[in-house]
T-cell receptor
């Protein structure tokens, strides 16, 4: 069964460093999302992406964040200069269409900023 | 802004028993979807069940059913005949339906369900 895959599963980085979280969505899906969950808090929407551009972003998704679909299969989230408060589990998701409401999630990347 | 509240951080149930997980939400919209997602330990979130707000009939999927009370903005999940494999974090989620490109989910904080043998 097709699934969304995320790498790495756990990343430790020093404060101020850039990190790139990678996701491979399901191949025939067109809509892509990033969510994050700070330990003990809600899963929060970060950004949605369609047709090679951001379709919506939350107030969390500031200039430190960017997303890209560099090669037609990967979907990446870049954090330019990590802060301690960026430590969280980051989930990638994809859906087939905009009106197809089921989103398929990856296992998540646990980002620890030290 | 929409919010989703899950007031039970943890629950426990004996195998083969029935358990109900609570969820309330707040919205001024009339058309929306509600979901329960399950996240087993170290696995990805998977969709358990969804409910369209315009449907009065409660959704069911095998052992999983919901009690959707639109006026009360309540959306509880009932798991019948609980199995060990039901042990997971359960997230309630809300989505506005406006048919646009973005169908973002708004999640609750989750309920950790442990099924005991």
């Amino acid at each position: 069964e097709p699934e969304v895959t995320q790498t790495p599963s756990h990343q430790v980085t020093q404060m101020g460093q850039e990190v790139i979280l990678r996701c491979v969505p399901i191949s025939n899906h067109l809509y892509f999302y990033w969510y994050r969950q700070i330990l003990g808090q809600k899963v929060e929407f970060l950004v949605s992406f369609y047709n090679n551009e951001i379709s919506e972003k939350s107030e969390i998704f500031d200039d430190q964040f960017s997303v890209e679909r560099p090669d037609g299969s990967n979907f990446t989230l870049k954090i330019r200069s990590t802060k301690l408060e960026d430590s969280a589990m980051y989930f990638c998701a994809s859906s087939r269409t905009g009106i197809d409401t089921e989103a398929f999630f990856g296992q998540g990347t646990r980002l620890t900023v030290v | 802004a929409q919010t989703v509240t899950q007031s039970q951080p943890e629950m426990s149930v004996q195998e083969a028993e029935t358990v109900t997980l609570s969820c309330t939400y707040d919205t001024s919209e009339n058309n929306y979807y509600l979901f329960w997602y399950k996240q087993p330990p170290s696995r990805q979130m998977i969709l358990v069940i969804r409910q369209e707000a315009y449907k009065q009939q409660n959704a069911t999927e095998n052992r999983f059913s919901v009690n959707f009370q639109k006026a009360a903005k309540s959306f509880s999940l009932k798991i019948s005949d609980s199995q060990l494999g039901d042990t997971a974090m359960y997230f309630c989620a809300f989505m506005n339906f406006y048919g646009g490109a973005t169908n973002k989910l708004i999640f609750g904080t989750g309920t950790l369900l442990a099924v005991q043998p």
